[in-house]
């Protein structure tokens, strides 16, 4: 089963906040974030681990409810750069599962 | 240090061929994922091989198979091709198998297109 992802897309002005959710109906160990801008291959973000926690790079963080089976990913004052199709996908004993991905646009 | 290739970049096959993708992982990374990328279905696992043995399979036909060899060098093979095989296949490599904290490096793909 696939992860969820909301929305499917979004279009921000450079400077603007958003939010990407990742929810599964699976048990997940952790959660990765891939970004892939257009015509090249996935790059990885981050992976989150435990239950709870929170990673950040910059201005692009994380957080990860593991009761919840859930992940968002926060990028704060987006840039141009930021823009592009963003993954979730769930870490488990059966490999990794890709969300349908995200597509952000951003917008001078 | 290389990154992951893959070969050949684009290929061009019409139905009921077969068709063999190469994929070389990052020197040392033992673990090589392959994805199948359509436009609305985002990556669709296909299957991964780690220390020369299939860790894991997604939910593909057997047209599709793949092998991994000493060098952790993969191919992946696709027989009797359908339009609906034309997509982006990735491969990706990680240092030890991929879970819960291994991160994936991505090659850019071989574009495949079935007439």
């Known amino acids: 089963q696939q992860p969820v992802q909301s929305p499917q897309a979004v279009i921000l002005r450079e400077g603007e906040d958003a939010v990407i959710n990742c929810s599964s109906s699976?048990?997940?160990?952790?959660v990765h974030w891939y970004r892939q801008k257009h015509g090249e291959a996935p790059v990885f973000l981050m992976i989150?681990?435990?239950?709870?926690e929170q990673k950040g790079h910059e201005k692009i963080s994380a957080s990860f409810n593991e009761k919840k089976q859930q992940s968002s990913l926060y990028l704060t004052a987006s840039q141009l750069s930021y823009s592009g199709t963003y993954f979730c996908?769930?870490?488990?004993?059966?490999?990794?599962?890709f969300g349908k991905g995200t597509h952000l646009i951003i917008q001078p | 240090k290389a990154g992951v290739t893959q070969t050949p970049r684009y290929l061009i096959k019409t139905r009921g061929q077969q068709v063999t993708l190469s994929c070389s992982p990052i020197?040392?990374?033992?673990?090589v994922s392959w994805y199948q990328q359509t436009p609305g279905q985002g990556l669709q696992f296909l299957f991964e091989?780690?220390?020369?043995?299939?860790?894991n399979k997604g939910n593909f036909p057997g047209r599709f198979s793949g092998r991994q060899f000493s060098n952790s060098r993969s191919e992946m093979n696709v027989s009797t091709l359908e339009l609906g095989d034309s997509a982006l296949y990735l491969c990706?490599?990680?240092?030890?198998?991929?879970?819960?904290?291994?991160?994936?490096?991505f090659g850019s793909g071989t574009q495949l297109s079935v007439l």
């Open positions: 989150l681990l435990k239950g709870g």
């Open positions: 699976k048990a997940l160990y952790s």
């Open positions: 990706a490599s990680s240092l030890g198998a991929s879970g819960t904290n291994e991160k994936l490096f």
């Open positions: 020197s040392g990374h033992r673990s």
């Open positions: 996908t769930g870490g488990g004993a059966d490999g990794l599962t």
């Open positions: 091989y780690f220390s020369e043995t299939q860790r």
